[in-house]
């Protein structure tokens, strides 16, 4: 394949479009795509597809037909190559074995393991590193790995969706008498499912169980269930909830612990009962994201804490007129999308 423009930026762009199709298929692991080129020309791609598999480097290499060609190709990645063992072996040192010239990278690894020594040992063995290249847009693709390595907490994405009155749900005593009230169209639905399969796991707090019992997979869309959170301090949870009766993985967290793991759920106590206490754990427990799928409360106690990082916010056209109303982001929308007639707001913290 002959690219259109010939830059370390169209092939770096070729490495995003590939290190997407990993996006939550590599947890803990980031997402990486690499490629490799022969005069202006791909010769070997690949991506990270799945964690403990082979990483993205080696994948490339290996769609490389004519291996000779490797030592006088370029390698390009969005993200600078491994140097530990893990439970595949350090990408340097194939880099190394193939005599791959030149490496052209675009975020620093934060993983302390590697930041940066992927790049010395390469150019100690005399390989020419260029880095940086669309750094705010491989940073941006691995958002998740960089938070959870630099501030030690999960990437927090905020989701709800809201009347065109500004309501999130009727009132509990209207729901009594009604069926559910989808706010938004099929389409957004079949969206927010793919992003739970996007996501390490999912929260939601108690009464959004209590009032709605929902299922919380992503069966609308292809792709992993995300890990369940609930926040229920006080196990209020109803026994005959589907995310009690299925067996999905589930972590209650509560300020007293009732029971031990039983058919996948798994009872944690937070004391104190706190969100310093909850990343704490997701940090310790390896979970890099959270969509936060909750109501009004749950929504804005992040807020309020500052600990968030995106928000997506649907607004249909339909109206309540009364109801529980909306959270109050305090932020200017980044971009918006129509989305078969409901828009969608984009936030960033």
């Not at 002959?2 to 692991?29: H, Q, R, W």
């Not at 704490?280 to 936060?292: G, R």
Request: aromatic share 10%; hydrophobic share 35%.
């Amino acid at each position: 394949m002959v690219s259109k423009k010939i830059t370390d930026e169209y092939f770096m762009k070729c490495c995003l479009d590939l290190a997407e199709n990993g996006l939550g298929k590599t947890y803990p692991n980031p997402i990486v795509g690499a490629l490799i080129v022969h005069k202006n020309k791909i010769i070997g791609r690949g991506w990270h597809e799945k964690a403990g598999e082979n990483h993205a480097e080696i994948n490339a290499i290996l769609d490389v037909r004519d291996k000779s060609l490797l030592s006088k190709s370029t390698m390009y990645i969005n993200l600078e190559p491994c140097s530990h063992h893990g439970k595949t072996p350090p990408c340097v040192d194939t880099i190394k074995k193939f005599s791959i010239p030149k490496v052209v990278v675009g975020s620093i690894d934060p993983n302390p393991k590697v930041g940066g020594n992927g790049i010395k040992i390469l150019q100690k063995s005399g390989c020419i590193i260029k880095y940086g290249i669309l750094k705010k847009e491989t940073d941006f693709a691995n958002r998740r790995f960089i938070t959870y390595h630099q501030k030690k907490r999960p990437y927090i994405i905020l989701k709800w969706a809201r009347t065109s009155d500004n309501f999130i749900a009727p009132l509990d005593e209207e729901k009594k008498s009604r069926k559910v009230f989808w706010i938004t169209n099929d389409l957004s639905r079949k969206i927010v499912h793919k992003w739970r399969s996007q996501e390490a796991a999912l929260l939601v707090g108690v009464q959004t169980i209590v009032n709605d019992n929902p299922r919380l997979t992503n069966r609308l869309s292809k792709g992993n269930n995300p890990l369940r959170l609930v926040f229920d301090p006080n196990n209020r949870t109803p026994p005959n909830s589907f995310i009690i009766e299925d067996k999905e993985p589930t972590i209650f967290f509560n300020k007293e612990k009732k029971m031990d793991i039983v058919n996948g759920k798994k009872y944690v106590i937070m004391n104190p009962f706190s969100l310093e206490k909850f990343f704490e754990f997701c940090y310790l427990n390896e979970i890099q994201s959270v969509i936060i799928e909750g109501g009004k409360k749950t929504l804005q106690k992040f807020i309020d804490s500052g600990y968030w990082d995106e928000a997506r916010v649907f607004t249909s056209t339909k109206k309540l007129k009364n109801g529980i109303g909306s959270p109050n982001i305090y932020k200017s929308k980044s971009y918006s999308k129509n989305i078969d007639g409901d828009t969608l707001d984009f936030y960033f913290n």
